[in-house]
């Protein structure tokens, strides 16, 4: 069955990384354009980042700088790399599977600063 | 920085249709997108590029975009389609997500 798996989240300080991954199963990953988007406790749905198959990538205001997305083929993986954190940043986040077609979610992993 | 706007919420009765609109400048040049969440739950998508149904979706699912306006469309509204609905487009390079709608069936 096709799906993707985040995993990482937790509790950190102010200031401090956290490295989410999403596993991907089922499809061909390395074919697929990856996003994160988060989604704060009782808010609305945000961007956080993309990334091409080919490695084009584009992040949000409020995370350039202090994000970096990337991916590992070979591994059938998407990476969030976070630093400097804020408490602006406690969302649950999920990978998100394609560009022009986003079916597939995974079940987010939530992370609280 | 580009907005998409929605209604805070929407109520219909069951078996009625439902309307949910996403508004932006010049959407109509954009491909706009629909997801279904219900609490506690990962967004499902529900239109792509403005008309087209992922498969799986019932029928009753319908979009269309125009001028600054995309609609989600939803007729014979079953309580099981209850819960937050998102527009989203992408614009210079980023991802723009609508504020949301909630749609109650009651």
């Known amino acids: 069955e096709a799906q993707l798996v985040e995993s990482g989240g937790g509790l950190v300080q102010p200031g401090g990384s956290l490295r989410l991954s999403c596993a991907a199963f089922?499809?061909?990953?390395?074919?697929?354009?990856m996003n994160w988007v988060r989604q704060a406790p009782g808010k609305g749905l945000e961007w956080v980042s993309y990334?091409?198959?080919?490695?084009?990538?584009y992040y949000a205001e409020s995370v350039k700088g202090r994000f970096t997305i990337s991916r590992d083929n070979a591994k059938n993986s998407l990476y969030l790399q976070m630093n400097n954190l804020r408490a602006e940043d406690t969302a649950l986040y999920y990978c998100?599977?394609?560009?022009?077609?986003?079916?597939?979610w995974g079940q987010g992993t939530m992370v609280t600063v | 920085s580009y907005e998409l706007t929605q209604t805070l919420s929407v109520s219909v009765s069951p078996g009625q249709t439902a309307f949910i609109t996403c508004s932006g400048h010049?959407?109509?040049?954009?491909?706009t997108c629909w997801f279904h969440q219900k609490p506690g739950q990962s967004p499902v998508l529900v239109i792509y590029?403005?008309?087209r149904r992922p498969s799986g979706i019932p029928e009753r699912f319908s979009g269309s975009n125009s001028g600054n306006t995309a609609t989600l469309t939803i007729s014979g509204t079953q309580t099981m389609d209850e819960g937050d609905y998102y527009c989203?487009?992408?614009?210079?390079?980023?991802?723009?997500f609508g504020g949301g709608t909630k749609l109650t069936v009651l």
């Open positions: 010049g959407l109509e040049n954009k491909y």
């Open positions: 989203q487009a992408w614009d210079n390079n980023a991802v723009i």
């Open positions: 998100v599977r394609d560009r022009l077609v986003p079916d597939m």
């Open positions: 990334i091409s198959s080919s490695g084009l990538i």
């Open positions: 089922g499809f061909t990953f390395s074919s697929y354009e």
């Open positions: 590029q403005d008309n």
